[in-house]
């Protein structure tokens, strides 16, 4: 497995690819948006400048270390960034935690599950890896159905097993074992 560089990853309407500097205004504009904040407990809100420079910049040396894999999510109709998708990888063996989030004009239409399962192939068929954990916010039913799309199995819920802004959060849990029969196609 090379880490030197992040890989070009392709689906039937996407190109998943490594961020670029000049994503950043794009990044902030769609991850600026407050109902796309508000699903996650790691973008902020408001979405200072500099903030996508620093994220895109730490990208590479997250990926050379084997902490991350983060990739932007373009239209391969349009050439346009629509969001991004990444696999947290744990230093205690090979799992996974799969993260998204996309701008809010691209919601509902596919693209999530499209991207994260792709992602999901490339974690399984290439980083080997053995698991992967999916987490969404009680109250983030949509990435749910994503992770649920995925084959991912509902878990439980976490109480206070996240915080934004200083404040406790309930996430709802669901992992994939990579010799999971219940996986299924994004396509």
Not at 47 to 59: C, K, L, N, R, T
Request: charged residues 25%.
């Amino acid at each position: 497995m090379n880490f030197d560089s992040i890989p070009f990853l392709e689906t039937e309407r996407l190109l998943l690819r490594p961020f670029t500097i000049a994503d950043a205004s794009r990044v902030q504009e769609l991850a600026g948006e407050p109902r796309v904040a508000e699903s996650t407990t790691r973008i902020p809100y408001p979405y200072p400048d500099g903030v996508a420079e620093a994220w895109i910049a730490s990208q590479p040396h997250d990926w050379r270390k084997q902490r991350a894999l983060t990739f932007a999510v373009e239209r391969e109709e349009t050439g346009e960034l629509i969001g991004a998708v990444s696999l947290r990888l744990f230093a205690q063996g090979p799992r996974a935690e799969l993260g998204f989030w996309f701008g809010i004009p691209f919601w509902g239409q596919g693209y999530a599950t499209e991207a994260a399962g792709e992602l999901v192939r490339y974690g399984f068929e290439e980083l080997k890896l053995q698991g992967i954990q999916g987490r969404h916010l009680t109250g983030n039913v949509a990435a749910g159905r994503v992770l649920e799309k995925l084959g991912m199995r509902y878990e439980g819920v976490t109480l206070q097993g996240a915080s934004r802004g200083g404040v406790l959060l309930d996430v709802v849990d669901y992992f994939l074992p990579a010799a999971s029969g219940e996986r299924r196609s994004a396509a």
